[in-house]
């Protein structure tokens, strides 16, 4: 199964809820979905991002999101101005996130839903911190 049909069937909610305002075709130079859209159908296309992806990190919280989700979003967690990063919240560690980012110009919106970085997780903070988070 190629990366295209992958991110389909694991982002089919979103895929499918965003079908009729966005046109979806693969972007091979970063394994994703993208779909680029005028921005005067950008508050449609977020309020449906929103129902399904509840999940909002932007430049001014990212910092305060988990190291995990930070390591899932890989690139797509160093946001600047406007850029979002969406994803469900009922998953512990969700299949694919979702990339806002509108372009400077301000006319148009991307978004890109991409697979989650596969590599595993391995915390940096050190060991005692780990079990006794208390600890300063």
Same mark, same amino acid.
Not at 40 to 63: G, S, Y
């Given at each position: 199964? @190629?990366?295209?049909?992958?991110?389909?069937?694991? =982002? !089919?909610?979103?895929? #499918?809820?965003?079908? #009729?305002?966005?046109?979806?075709?693969? #972007?091979?130079?970063?394994?994703?979905?993208? !779909?680029? *859209?005028?921005?005067?159908? !950008?508050?449609?296309?977020?309020?449906?991002?929103?129902?399904?992806?509840?999940?909002?990190?932007?430049?001014?919280?990212?910092?305060?999101?988990?190291?995990?989700?930070?390591?899932?979003?890989?690139?797509? !967690?160093?946001?600047?101005?406007?850029?979002?990063?969406?994803?469900?919240?009922?998953?512990?560690?969700? #299949?694919?996130?979702?990339?806002?980012?509108?372009? =400077?110009?301000?006319?148009?919106?991307?978004?890109?839903?991409?697979?989650? @970085?596969?590599?595993? *997780?391995?915390?940096?903070?050190?060991?005692?911190?780990?079990?006794?988070?208390?600890? @300063?």
């Amino acid at each position: 199964m @190629n990366q295209e049909t992958i991110i389909r069937q694991r =982002g !089919a909610i979103i895929v #499918d809820a965003l079908n #009729d305002v966005v046109k979806w075709k693969y #972007d091979d130079f970063n394994r994703a979905l993208l !779909a680029e *859209f005028s921005a005067d159908k !950008a508050q449609q296309v977020n309020a449906i991002v929103r129902q399904h992806f509840t999940v909002e990190w932007d430049v001014t919280n990212v910092k305060q999101a988990p190291n995990l989700m930070k390591h899932l979003a890989g690139k797509y !967690a160093r946001l600047s101005k406007k850029q979002k990063l969406y994803y469900p919240q009922q998953d512990e560690r969700p #299949d694919v996130m979702l990339a806002w980012w509108p372009w =400077g110009h301000g006319a148009t919106v991307s978004i890109r839903l991409f697979i989650v @970085n596969q590599e595993p *997780f391995v915390s940096k903070k050190p060991l005692l911190k780990r079990i006794f988070p208390f600890l @300063n």
